[in-house]
Structure formats: structure tokens, C-alpha cells
């Protein structure tokens, strides 16, 4: 599957180019080219399915051109290694928990996809992939977290001084290895602005 730029439909890339440009060389964000459907036979067998299982089969709709399915499978299974929850509170009201994860951020969901993505491109190369984080707390941990690790990548996490809770702060600022945590002493919009500069220099 390709993927097009928001500011101009005609401009696609690949998963993998889009995975690791981010934004589009026209600033526009990246689309899949079609949205894959899901048949009647599947959406009635949801409620049977393991959680993993359901992530594995809508991956496979949109990735399997690019990643085959047994390592698409491995991809998933490490990175979604926990459950989502759906909690009845009443006859009609149910609510979706996405806080399972090891930094209890819903973001634990896409950091750990795309960690585990970015990993398996960078298998076939020697060249080292470093990443530059702003935050001012849940998306530092589950960076942190997530990239943890992973080969060929290194994370570098940039967080206002005391402007972070102390459990998120000890998330990211005590793994170690591939993690490396910076305390700016300022706001994280600052620290939004080292990170923007870094990328331009």
C-alpha cells in the first residue's frame, strides 16, 4: 500500500518512507491510499477473538504488501502484549480501557506499533537511527519505553524542569542504555523549539 501527503494527494510514499520522514516533504501528514474494509464474517467474530488477533488481522490489511505475515505477527504480539479491556458499566454504556500498557498511556498502543516497525526496517542496515523527543510526560514514558532496546535506534528525551510528574520522570530518565533523558530548564515548549532547531541543523 502507498501513502499520500494531506496538502497534495498525488505526492505517495512507501511505509517505510513514511514511517521514518513523518511529515511530508509539503508538511502534509500521511494517509493510507484506501481505508480496506472489513467483511461481515469478521466484525461478527470480534467479540470471540483474542484482542492480539483482532490487531494481527487489521495490520495485515493495511501492512502485508510490506512486511510479511510472520513477522508481522511477531511485530504485533511484542508490541501489543497486553489487553484492552471493554468494560460493561450498564445495558448501554461501555467503556474501552487503554491504559494497560507499561507506562498506563493510551499512547503505550502506538509507540510500542511504531518502535517495533521502525526495528524491523532497520534490520538490513548498519547506519544508527536517532530519535528526538519532546515531552512533557505520558508520550516521554511510552517512547522511553517502547524503543527501549531496540536495535540500531537510539532516543534522546527532552523534559521541562519540574514541570513532569515524578512516576512519569522515573519512567524515562532511569532505563538507561538506548534512553537517554535531557532536563531543560524551562518549558516544554522550549524544549519543542531544541528539538525543531536540532532538526533543521
Known amino acids: 500500500m502507498r501513502y499520500y501527503s494531506t496538502q497534495n494527494s498525488t505526492n505517495k510514499t512507501s511505509l517505510k518512507n513514511a ?71 450498564n ?39 536517532h530519535i528526538l523527543v519532546a515531552t512533557s510526560g505520558d508520550t516521554g514514558s511510552a517512547i522511553a519505553n517502547s524503543f527501549l532496546d531496540v536495535e540500531g535506534i537510539k532516543v534522546f528525551i527532552l523534559f521541562p524542569k519540574n514541570r513532569v510528574s515524578k512516576i512519569q520522570e522515573q519512567q524515562f530518565t532511569t532505563l538507561g542504555k538506548n534512553i537517554t533523558a535531557f532536563e531543560v530548564d524551562g518549558s516544554f515548549d522550549d524544549c519543542q523549539q531544541l528539538v525543531k532547531t536540532a532538526f533543521l541543523d
Open 19 to 89: 514511517l521514518f520522514k513523518g511529515l511530508a516533504q509539503d508538511k502534509g501528514l500521511y494517509m493510507p491510499e484506501y481505508i480496506p474494509t472489513f467483511d461481515d464474517k469478521f466484525i461478527a467474530s470480534l467479540a470471540e477473538r483474542p484482542f492480539q488477533e483482532i490487531c494481527f488481522h487489521i495490520a495485515s490489511l493495511f501492512l502485508s504488501d510490506d512486511i510479511d505475515k510472520h513477522n508481522l505477527r511477531k511485530i504485533v504480539e511484542t508490541s501489543i502484549n497486553f489487553n484492552a479491556p471493554l468494560v460493561k458499566l
Open 91 to 129: 445495558k448501554n454504556t461501555h467503556i474501552l480501557e487503554l491504559w494497560h500498557g507499561p507506562t498506563l498511556a493510551f499512547k503505550d498502543f502506538g509507540a510500542r506499533f511504531m518502535a517495533q516497525l521502525m526495528g524491523y526496517f532497520l534490520e538490513d542496515t548498519s547506519k544508527p537511527l
